[in-house]
């Protein structure tokens, strides 16, 4: 996959697949996948070093998961997310910023919002950046909601999100992703615009979907939002695993003969 694929298989009908990912390990996993595409996303914040928000993931974090994923991912197609307020500070800095994804392995960045920096997401696509959209619930903007909140609920704020996805298509960025919006608004506006819709909390309508790695695979049982179906009960299998190794460390038998060396 590539951009240019992502929006060929919009024109064909054909559904995208995402998952994010923040390490190595998982990355050579996910590229074994069918999946079409890797979120290095800023909520490794969360996920991964246990912040409260996404408004921690700074550049530097951001560079080094994008690394690690990159010798994982075997060439899958890669986004990194651009930290919070990277693309706040001019071309210079936004450029400086989407410079150290691209180089620490991304395929593309991608960015919230589009009100007030269109400039910026235009010249980093005139640069040869494929830029990805995020609009509706934006988690860099969390203390301004005054937390995570469904966006796009009212006329005024579902017309303002439908909007800026049509801002962002004639930018130029090659798809977006719609976060925790009504259905009806997330299916809409994918019927509207001819880049991918990526939706996650926002319905079977959309073009394709992501979720979180760990929410997927229900590793995570802190913060269970909705649309994050576990596919697989992950905790269990992994406290079942874990209670087994135990149970043989304390029985001695762990480690057999033949997982000794002579
Ligand atoms: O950082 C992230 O995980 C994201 C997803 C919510 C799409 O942006």
Redesign the pocket.
């Given at each position: 996959m590539s951009s240019t694929e992502f929006i060929r298989a919009k024109a064909e009908g054909r559904k995208l697949s995402m998952v994010?990912c923040y390490d190595y390990t998982f990355a050579r996993l996910v590229s074994k996948s069918a999946i079409d595409g890797i979120?290095v996303?800023?909520?490794?914040a969360m996920v991964m070093h246990g912040h409260s928000s996404?408004v921690t993931a700074n550049q530097e974090l951001m560079r080094l998961h994008t690394e690690a994923v990159s010798r994982g991912a075997n060439g899958k197609f890669l986004v990194a997310?651009m930290p919070f307020l990277s693309f706040r500070k001019g071309y210079a800095a936004a450029l400086d910023s989407a410079s150290i994804l691209m180089t620490a392995g991304a395929h593309a960045v991608?960015l919230e919002g589009v009100d007030g920096h269109e400039d910026v997401v235009q010249r980093l696509v005139q640069s040869g950046i494929p830029v990805m959209g995020?609009l509706g619930l934006q988690?860099q903007s969390v203390h301004a909601y005054g937390g995570f909140r469904v966006q796009g609920r009212n006329e005024e704020s579902a017309r303002t999100i439908a909007r800026q996805a049509a801002t962002l298509q004639e930018l130029g960025a090659f798809a977006i992703?719609l976060?925790c919006v009504p259905a009806n608004l997330a299916r809409e506006i994918s019927e509207c615009i001819r880049i991918p819709i990526i939706g996650?909390g926002a319905g079977v309508g959309c073009d394709g979907q992501?979720l979180?790695l760990q929410d997927l695979l229900g590793i995570n049982t802190d913060f269970r939002p909705k649309f994050a179906r576990p596919f697989l009960d992950g905790a269990r299998c992994v406290l079942d695993t874990l209670g087994r190794f135990d149970d043989a460390v304390k029985a001695g038998t762990f480690p057999a003969g033949e997982e000794s060396y002579s």
């Open positions: 994010t979120l996303g800023d909520s490794a996404t997310d991608k995020h988690p992703v976060e996650i992501i979180v």
